[in-house]
């Protein structure tokens, strides 16, 4: 353990870096509080103190368990609304009894934030009883023609979609925000460099390789601990930020719906995960703090092929551009796309393109989700990472 | 303790690095004397443990250090050419990180044991950074000793150093040399005059000679000159003759010149010092010298 906080202490626990990455974490926040305050995670935000009030009224009486006072209410209020603004008669002027201030507000906030997603709720488990009927009868169409891969695809849907429902209503779109938030990864990927393109550069530029070459444990164990130090650095950056977004949006929207399923947001209503919002953050967290270990591991051996830092760390930032390009394309259909993506450890920290949709491939007549295949070729990655740590050991004394 | 080098040989493609060096080292300060490029630092990396020869053997105690794996480390200590080791870490701290290397077990009172040899004791809790050039060249030998190494490797070790810091080092060299070799590799032939025990020269990879130091200036007895001489012919005799020291005295110069025959009627011959048996073995023939 010691060994481990001594190597931290030579390029992570440094003054520059830690200053780097208090303030890394004021950006973070301040990101998120200028989308807050532009309207831009929920936009009822940017409006008028009226109609923010109108939206905490109305949201307080239709939140929590879906009932069926909660959704006559809904749709009460929203059949009212629209046929008072229907024929454009309607009064411009502050009005009394009215959520907002203003009847138009008031059809406006309940049309736009209320009814369609209460909508949505109630009518997923049947549109998803549909969509599994449909699939059964896909299923014996491709059994009946030989067609396998599909038939599959239709068994995976069929075993992976079953007895779904919503029983809760809470607007989604922070949970959604936060999902797909990725403003801290990019200063993830700069603290990474920052604190672990110069390991090994680092004991060339001050003449130490010799030394510890020299030395008992200079040689797998020290290895060992420089892979140690970046892959908990960058599990330790994941966890800090991920924390911390969860807390900044915590307090600016609160962290209902939580425990609500993955598919309670619309956007996400085909994905095959079948866990709670709050677990799949989870997942992702875990997904991204893998796919920053690797990366670290990558800058980690580029620092061990370069005799300046200058070099890994240009490196550095050039490969997280180019990985980030590739992760982009996680859930293209086009299978040359998604083996590259596969290939970028960063697609690891896009858990949202790869589980919002059914997104897999084939192997055969094997149907798998494209999680699983990024998962193995992340596998061979690193142990080709690790056979040409032990190559430039060997052979060029790192 | 007794290491043998028996016919080292080491290439690098068809570059011979080292061709057959043979030497037997016993306890006391050896010094490692030859020009850039005569294969130093290769020998030096071989005997370190981190490059393995192209032939021939390395004995400690009469065990093959081949064999030896990685406890061949255990009885080695090496200090790098320009340590400057890491900045941020204070004293303390970069001895603590060397002995979990080194698999040190006491650390604490290693640690101190090796401060206070090299009189750093004081200055445990500075950072590195903030060291001067002689304190960090003194931490250099406190991580070398931190495993009671049986062989101290030094690498142009008083490189960079004050005359004050040059002797101040020279004397901690000299405590260290019972029980225990030290190789000491330089180009400055002062440093290894007054402590070596013996002197090897190394000359493009062959070990060219081995002695005392008196035994090396005896091998070049009679060919040492002393004579004074007027300006122009001081400047006409430097670029013919290999001198190794021109003094000057008022209007003419005292050249010190190393010749195997009498350069000028007037000549003398004189004792000569280590340094007039580096320039004669090392550089006798550059420079059209004759």
Redesign the interface.
């Known amino acids: 353990m010691?060994?481990l906080y001594?190597e931290a202490?030579?390029g992570i626990l440094?003054?520059s870096v830690l200053i780097a990455l208090i303030l890394f974490l004021c950006l973070d926040i301040l990101k998120i509080g200028l989308d807050y305050r532009a309207g831009e995670i929920r936009e009822v935000i940017g409006n008028t103190e009226g109609m923010q009030a109108g939206f905490a009224e109305i949201y307080d009486k239709v939140k929590g368990p879906i009932t069926n006072e909660t959704a006559a209410f809904l749709v009460g209020e929203y059949r009212r609304l629209s046929q008072a603004v229907a024929d454009g008669t309607y009064s411009r002027k502050p009005q009394e009894g009215t959520y907002s201030g203003y009847i138009y507000g008031d059809y406006f906030l309940i049309g736009s934030y209320f009814y369609s997603q209460m909508s949505y709720c109630v009518q997923y488990s049947m549109r998803m009883a549909e969509r599994l009927e449909q699939e059964r009868e896909n299923l014996k169409l491709y059994q009946s023609v030989g067609n396998k891969s599909m038939a599959a695809k239709c068994s995976y849907i069929l075993q992976h979609y079953a007895d779904r429902s919503i029983s809760s209503f809470y607007l989604m779109d922070s949970w959604e925000s936060l999902l797909q938030f990725d403003f801290s990864d990019l200063l993830i990927l700069l603290l990474l460099i920052l604190g672990v393109a110069a390991s090994f550069t680092?004991e060339k530029?001050?003449?130490?390789t010799?030394?510890?070459?020299?030395?008992?444990?200079?040689?797998w164990?020290?290895l060992a601990s420089k892979c140690g130090v970046a892959i908990s650095y960058a599990i330790g950056l994941t966890i800090l930020f991920s924390v911390l977004n969860l807390t900044v949006y915590g307090v600016l929207f609160g962290l209902q719906g939580w425990d609500c399923p993955l598919y309670a947001i619309e956007a996400c209503q085909d994905t095959p995960f079948g866990g709670t919002v709050g677990q799949f953050y989870l997942l992702s967290c875990g997904m991204k703090a893998m796919g920053f270990s690797i990366l670290s591991l990558l800058l980690l051996l580029m620092s061990a092929c370069f005799r300046r830092t200058l070099y890994p760390c240009i490196l550095g930032v050039g490969a997280g551009a180019g990985a980030s390009y590739l992760a982009g394309w996680a859930a293209s259909p086009v299978w040359w796309k998604g083996v590259l993506a596969a290939v970028s450890p960063l697609t690891l920290t896009r858990a949202w393109n790869l589980w919002s949709c059914l997104c897999g491939d084939w192997i055969g007549n094997i149907y798998f989700p494209r999680i699983t295949l990024v998962l193995l070729i992340q596998l061979v990655l690193v142990v080709g990472m690790l056979w040409a740590f032990k190559f430039l050991l060997v052979h060029a004394?790192v | 303790m007794k290491l043998e080098l028996d016919a080292i040989r080491k290439s690098y493609g068809k570059c011979k690095a080292l061709r057959g060096v043979s030497a037997t080292l016993e306890d006391g300060v050896y010094g490692l004397l030859g020009p850039n490029g005569a294969g130093k630092t290769t020998l030096i990396k071989i005997l370190i443990g981190i490059l393995s020869p192209s032939g021939g053997t390395i004995r400690l105690d009469g065990k093959d250090t081949a064999k030896m794996g990685r406890s061949y480390f255990d009885l080695i200590g090496y200090m790098p050419q320009y340590p400057q080791f890491y900045a941020n870490f204070t004293v303390q701290e970069f001895l603590s990180y060397m002995c979990r290397l080194k698999g040190v077990k006491d650390v604490g009172s290693c640690i101190e044991e090796a401060l206070v040899f090299v009189n750093l004791y004081d200055r445990r809790q500075m950072r590195i950074g903030a060291l001067s050039g002689g304190m960090r060249q003194r931490l250099g030998i406190a991580q070398a000793i931190l495993n009671d190494p049986k062989l101290l490797v030094l690498d142009e070790p008083t490189a960079g150093l004050d005359p004050g810091e040059r002797i101040r080092f020279r004397n901690l060299l000299s405590k260290l040399a019972t029980g225990r070799s030290i190789l000491l590799a330089t180009h400055i032939v002062s440093d290894v005059e007054c402590i070596a025990k013996e002197i090897l020269l190394l000359q493009k990879g062959q070990l060219v000679m081995q002695g005392t130091p008196s035994q090396l200036e005896q091998s070049i007895q009679g060919k040492v000159w002393e004579m004074t001489v007027n300006r122009p012919d001081g400047v006409l005799l430097s670029d013919s003759y290999c001198v190794s020291n021109m003094k000057q005295q008022g209007e003419n110069f005292q050249l010190r010149i190393i010749s195997d025959t009498r350069p000028l009627p007037g000549a003398v011959p004189v004792s000569p010092n280590l340094d007039d048996v580096f320039l004669h073995t090392f550089f006798r023939h550059s420079e059209g010298w004759t």
């Open positions: 010691k060994l001594l202490r030579k440094r003054r680092r530029e001050t003449g130490m010799m030394l510890l070459s020299s030395s008992r444990y200079g040689g164990p020290m004394g």
